[in-house]
């Protein structure tokens, strides 16, 4: 079986590849995408109905998506288009919007709360729909950009693992768009005529945000570097802890209980 168009083609070996890296999906497994209506997630949920249909192992796909409460939120077009297309979905009314108001501060930045509130009602979600994986439309410039957020902000070198064992043990959360551009999940949703919908969340789409930021400035630098978008992912799966300053990898001359698994303890040299 063919695919569609040369994009299609490439959007789906990319995730191809992502799954086989790291062990995405397995046979069996019953896939529950976080469908918020945004280009990410429809390029998604579009690529892994057409990988079930090549694929050589046999899965199952299910949308969920979680309303905010946004007024405005045109969760109606999502349903539609799920419906002409034979796509599971289910549509979960939150009030979501009304907690971020109640709790968060003024001036703080919403995105990080946002994302934990809406986490708890997906991880809720995947035990009522029998999920064993929980699909979040996360790209290739979305792991960058965390990186360089994290790096710059937050004082720790830390991105977007394209598979996560949640705290408790019971959720397994993977990011099979971690190789695709979002230029590239944009076209294909574009192409395959799938409606975008905002969020309506007051935050969305400010220039304000340091993740916008972020994202400015790598576009900035890849205009003389084109490269460095590849090399940054590159680098989030090539990490050299000896070489950073983090002392739980720093050269010791005894073993030490506390270093993390599979540390290789060294002689340090004065
Ligand atoms: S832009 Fe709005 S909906 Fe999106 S993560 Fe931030 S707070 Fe949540």
Excluded at 107 to 121: D, E, F, I, Q, Y
Excluded at 231 to 249: E, T, V
């Amino acid at each position: 079986m063919s695919y569609r168009t040369p994009l299609e083609a490439r959007v789906a070996k990319k995730v191809a590849r992502a799954i086989g890296d790291y062990n995405l999906i397995e046979d069996g497994d019953r896939v529950m995408v976080g469908l918020s209506g945004g280009k990410d997630s429809w390029a998604l949920m579009q690529v892994l109905h057409v990988l079930q249909r090549r694929a050589p192992i046999s899965f199952s796909v299910i949308a969920v998506t979680v309303d905010s409460g946004y007024e405005g939120y045109r969760r109606d077009l999502i349903e539609a288009a799920c419906a002409e297309r034979g796509w599971d979905v289910v549509v979960e009314q939150t009030t979501i919007g009304d907690v971020m108001d109640d709790i968060l501060e003024d001036g703080a930045t919403p995105c990080s709360l946002c994302a934990r509130l809406r986490r708890g009602v997906l991880y809720r979600l995947a035990d009522e729909v029998g999920a064993t994986k929980i699909a979040l439309g996360h790209h290739a410039d979305d792991v960058i950009e965390t990186l360089v957020m994290n790096l710059f902000f937050s004082g720790s070198l830390k991105a977007m693992p394209a598979r996560l064992v949640s705290d408790n043990d019971r959720h397994i959360v993977i990011r099979p768009l971690v190789y695709v551009a979002e230029s590239e999940a944009r076209q294909y949703t574009n192409e395959c005529g799938l409606p975008i919908v905002g969020c309506c969340c007051p935050a969305c789409g400010d220039l304000g945000l340091q993740r916008q930021r972020v994202k400015r400035l790598i576009a900035e630098l890849e205009v003389d570097h084109p490269e460095i978008k590849n090399s940054m992912l590159r680098a989030a799966a090539n990490l050299q802890p000896r070489h950073l300053l983090d002392r739980r990898f720093a050269a010791t001359s005894t073993a030490d209980p506390t270093l993390p698994k599979g540390t290789v303890p060294l002689t340090v040299r004065h």
